[in-house]
């Protein structure tokens, strides 16, 4: 988790300006402050979103280096001067004129170098172009299932997933028992550091109110600030909510949001404004010009805060079928794999179709022991030679025949050791 890379950083204390960044509601500022319980005295953390910095604007402005003007605005003596400053979204003040230059200009010298300073921002964009005015820049990222394992105490099982889904072995009932348990546990928090962080100290997982506004304020309420138009946020809401709702239904998704007076472009429209924030993904049908729809791991994560779970049961059925699906097909749209929904009689019986040279593989997820395969046999039918083995996604160890690959929930990740790559 990055919180423990930017506490080696700061304890092997050879960089003093390190750029933190990331997605907002990543957990950037939560794992700061948490940081800040494991260094009592050696931080401070300033809010540009919130606390007066009027001083050290002013000083910055009169030609002092930024060490230099932490000290004075802050009054800091002489043996808190090795002190750690964190500047929480430290681009929220970009409007006034040369302030970012000021804060992130390097110098040859500062007057107090013993300053560390930590940059926090969620301003991808920018950081894209100014790396290169830090020391050194750690990227907040989701965490992986291995990294959640090893979080959670459970090294031992990052070993034995890795060792049995690369070679391809079933394990022992009761290990693959326990890593399915932990699988869902994990895919509920979309991977964000601050829920794991929240789950590995108390189970179930909390979701607070409050969180769940600021994730609306990230994920609907930008949208809606940039269009100034409440009520196109609220339709993006209808379509988010439209994709769980819709999994069983054999009609078209984007028929089903229950805003029927919006126009087709309308809804198009902000379609195409969630896929920008990150929130969907478009899947196209095989043989057709139409499109599924599936939420990412931040749609998911939205969605779920949405229903306002203070407590979210993992033993929910479909709410582990929601997340299990949705999570599979974003592992797939993030390697790059070219997937298409399958638009038979049994819609959404099949997941996702993956083709690869040619060949087509049905994937199937199911939170079950057992797999229906009549949607199987009517997709082989249909395509013909075209087809390939069919992959099941269930809680069953690994199994494979001759036309059957069956891998356990955990093994989303492996996918790769029995598809050929492009």
């Known amino acids: 988790m990055f919180k423990d890379d930017i506490k080696s950083i700061l304890i092997a204390n050879k960089h003093k300006r390190i750029l933190l960044y990331g997605p907002e509601g990543i957990g950037k500022t939560y794992l700061m402050n948490k940081l800040f319980e494991d260094i009592r005295g050696g931080f401070i953390i300033v809010d540009f979103g919130n606390d007066d910095i009027t001083g050290m604007i002013n000083a910055l402005k009169k030609g002092k280096d ?22 929480d979204e430290f681009l929220e003040l970009d409007h006034i004129e040369n302030l970012t230059e000021l804060l992130t200009v390097q110098k040859a010298n500062y007057k107090y170098p013993d300053i560390k300073i930590i940059y926090v921002t969620s301003n991808m964009a920018w ?29 031992f099982y990052s070993q034995v997933v890795d ?26 928090t979309s991977g964000y550091p601050r829920p794991i962080e929240e789950l590995t100290h108390e189970n179930p997982i909390i979701f607070p109110d409050i969180y769940a506004a600021e994730r609306y304020k990230t994920l609907i309420g930008s949208i809606c600030t940039k269009e100034g138009n409440s009520t196109s946020a609220f339709n993006k809401i209808q379509i988010i909510n439209a994709i769980p709702e819709c999994a069983k239904n054999s009609k078209f998704v984007i028929s089903k949001t229950g805003r029927r007076h919006i126009s087709k472009e309308q809804l198009e ?27 990412t791991d931040d749609g998911i994560y ?24 949705n ?32 060949k087509y593989y049905p994937v199937k997820v199911s939170c079950k022991k057992s797999v229906r395969n009549v949607s199987f046999d009517e997709f ?6 075209k087809s390939k083995l069919k992959i099941q996604f269930t809680e069953n160890p690994f199994n494979e025949t001759k036309d059957t690959i069956c891998m356990p929930i955990y093994g989303c990740e492996y996918l790769k050791n029995v598809i050929p790559q492009q």
């Open 302 to 325: 939205l969605y779920l805060l949405r229903k306002n779970r203070y407590k979210l049961s993992l033993n929910e059925e479909k709410i582990k079928e929601l997340v299990t699906e």
């Open 66 to 87: 930024i060490t230099d003007a932490l000290v004075t605005s802050f009054c800091l003596s002489e043996e808190l001067r090795s002190v750690t400053f964190v500047f």
């Open 380 to 385: 082989f039918s249909s395509c013909g030679s």
């Open 163 to 188: 060792a049995h889904m690369t070679k391809k072995k079933s394990m022992p009932s009761l290990i693959h028992n326990e890593l399915t348990d932990m699988y869902y546990q994990y895919i509920s």
């Open 327 to 358: 999570h599979l097909r974003n592992i797939l749209f993030e390697q790059g794999i070219k997937t298409y929904s399958w638009a038979g009689k049994y819609r959404f019986k099949i997941n996702v179709l993956i083709e690869s040279k040619g």
């Open 127 to 155: 950081c894209d172009g100014n790396l290169d005015r830090f020391d050194i820049c750690v990227k907040a990222g989701k965490i992986t299932f291995a990294e959640y394992l090893q979080k959670s105490g459970e090294s």
């Open 269 to 295: 429209s902000d379609i195409n404004d969630l896929i920008k924030e990150g929130i969907i993904i478009r899947i196209p049908r095989l043989n057709g010009n139409t499109y599924s729809l599936a939420l």
